[in-house]
């Protein structure tokens, strides 16, 4: 079932943790397992923000290991060494929960080799890398995962977000949305539906290199687009690929840097709902999630199958 959610404003800020929060737990119901957000913030730009977890979130009911938390301080020491090897300079650090990180690092050279030897170190996975991008990701409802992570507070002009429950994998933090675009810097995808091809799929991309952390089918898609995307394809023709390159019932959303565009397979079958003006786009798998954040009277519609959208900052 699922809920997503996203907006943008363009030509301007606000407070967008605030607003995919409201967003997200309207749309509770329809994913109670793990919230997801993936918020482009008014950082400074200098340095890349890495987002990165070094164990899971042992909730109730969870089959995951509880380890110790020295366990993860010792991996935590490992990805810091690494870092050191890359020659990236960790600028700022921060420990956000006894498993997961943000760091501000100064690093030039390419992401994908980059990821790969930090993701080398047992159960470390790096959740997102962006100037702009914050993705964090947890077991817990969409008020939750905000207080968590003190999100109600980022200031920004949009951002993607996800309401998951569980069908495909398991209730995890890697099987939850959204999943980064690796190994493009400011690039996230949620995704409500069902894909069917998601196993041939996976074993092409893999044989070109590309990476996935989880057995999620919704990982197919923010792997498929990075994959057309370093063949040279814009965002816009990835997605328009997408609807022929992925077999199911899908709606997906999809960010970057300074953009929100939304596919709809030729099925229609997934919900979505979308209203738009000069200065705001807002779209979700109910109205309900637009009436958190508008609720004065506003026209809505409901896009065409088959339709991809990409609208700028």
């Not at 390159?245 to 229609?268: E, I």
Request: proline residues 2%; hydrophobic residues 35%; charged residues 25%.
């Amino acid at each position: 079932m699922c809920g997503i959610a996203g907006l943008i404003h363009r030509g301007k800020s606000s407070n967008v943790g605030e607003e995919l929060q409201n967003m997200l737990q309207a749309l509770k119901h329809r994913g109670p397992d793990s919230t997801g957000y993936a918020l482009y913030a008014n950082n400074d730009g200098q340095n890349f923000i890495m987002r990165f977890k070094v164990g899971e979130n042992v909730g109730e009911g969870s089959t995951s290991v509880n380890e110790d938390e020295s366990v993860y301080d010792e991996r935590k020491k490992l990805v810091d060494k690494k870092l050191s090897e890359l020659g990236a300079t960790i600028m700022k650090e921060e420990k956000l929960t006894p498993y997961s990180y943000r760091y501000e690092i100064k690093y030039g050279k390419d992401l994908m080799w980059f990821s790969q030897a930090i993701e080398s170190i047992e159960s470390v996975e790096i959740l997102s890398i962006g100037k702009s991008l914050e993705l964090i990701k947890d077991l817990g409802d969409a008020k939750e995962v905000s207080e968590r992570y003190g999100l109600n507070k980022v200031q920004g002009t949009h951002g993607i977000g996800h309401a998951r429950m569980a069908t495909e994998s398991g209730v995890d933090i890697k099987s939850a949305h959204p999943f980064w675009g690796y190994p493009f810097a400011d690039v996230s995808v949620v995704h409500n539906g069902q894909l069917t091809n998601y196993w041939n799929n996976r074993r092409v991309l893999e044989n070109k290199g590309m990476r996935f952390m989880s057995e999620c089918d919704s990982e197919l898609i923010a792997v498929f687009l990075a994959e057309k995307m370093r063949n040279g394809a814009t965002l816009e023709e990835g997605m328009k690929q997408s609807l022929t390159g992925l077999d199911g019932v899908f709606t997906y959303f999809v960010a970057t840097k300074d953009s929100l565009g939304m596919a709809k397979d030729t099925m229609a079958a997934k919900p979505l709902v979308l209203y738009e003006s000069d200065d705001l786009v807002a779209m979700g798998s109910e109205e309900i999630a637009i009436r958190s954040i508008l609720p004065q009277e506003i026209d809505t519609y409901d896009p065409f199958d088959g339709e991809v959208k990409v609208w700028q900052i």
